[in-house]
């Protein structure tokens, strides 16, 4: 089995619903850390969701990042298992920026 540490990182520039990561095949991940940060000085809201198949799961909603705030979301890790998606919407475009350290065991 390998195991490899990655980050996933993006800029929630759309108020749209965007993938962060997507558990490859044949893999099984280990989320250690979801960072969410506010630049703009306005603060902002974010949505988290798991979706595994069909199903989608509501990670965190309407969780509140203060102006000028990074918040660690995990309090304990948080495993995504083969082909599931992680995604975030801002509620507002061009505040937030995400970053999540992982672990991926294949």
């Not at 929630?12 to 044949?26: E, G």
């Not at 102006?67 to 304990?76: G, K, P």
Request: aromatic share 4%; net charge negative; hydrophobic share 40%.
């Amino acid at each position: 089995m390998a195991n490899n540490f990655k980050n996933a990182k993006v800029d929630l520039s759309t108020t749209n619903n965007t993938t962060i990561y997507t558990c490859p095949s044949a893999t099984q991940t280990v989320i250690k850390s979801i960072l969410v940060n506010d630049d703009s000085g306005s603060g902002d809201t974010i949505n988290f969701t798991l979706t595994s198949g069909a199903n989608v799961f509501s990670i965190y909603k309407s969780k509140s990042v203060s102006a000028n705030e990074t918040v660690e979301l995990l309090s304990q890790p948080l495993i995504i298992q083969e082909s599931e998606i992680l995604k975030a919407q801002a509620t507002n475009a061009n505040r937030l920026h995400v970053i999540v350290s992982l672990l991926e065991i294949s």
